[in-house]
């Protein structure tokens, strides 16, 4: 069974092949409507995106499941030794 603490999410890396998907989209659409020449820049955008999504490697290895990958609090690339507890001699000084 899982933890109910959802700190086990993982997200896709970010990418801007999707975008470019979108741009050949109504680029190919224009060509077939008015002109099949321009249909074909747009279809070698869209193959170009495609392939590249595709095959884009993880940036994000597996061993950060414990954590979802952005830290214990959402975000952030500490170790948390900045948040840990002062030591007892810190503390009782004085």
């Known amino acids: 069974m899982q933890k109910g603490d959802a700190t086990g999410v993982h997200l896709p890396s970010p990418s801007f092949y999707p975008l470019i998907l979108a741009g050949a989209l109504p680029i190919i ?9 321009i249909a ?6 869209f193959l170009f995106g495609l392939y590249g999504w595709a095959f884009e490697p993880a ?7 414990g954590d979802g990958g ?25």
């Not at 074909?40 to 955008?45: A, D, E, H, Q, T």
């Not at 940036?59 to 499941?65: K, L, M, N």
């Open 59 to 65: 940036t994000e290895p597996d061993d950060h499941a």
């Open 29 to 37: 659409g224009y060509g077939v409507i008015f002109n099949r020449l």
């Open 70 to 94: 952005h830290g214990a609090h959402g975000g952030g690339d500490h170790d948390g030794a900045a948040l840990a507890a002062p030591s007892t001699e810190e503390a009782h000084v004085g």
């Open 40 to 45: 074909i820049p747009g279809l070698v955008l």
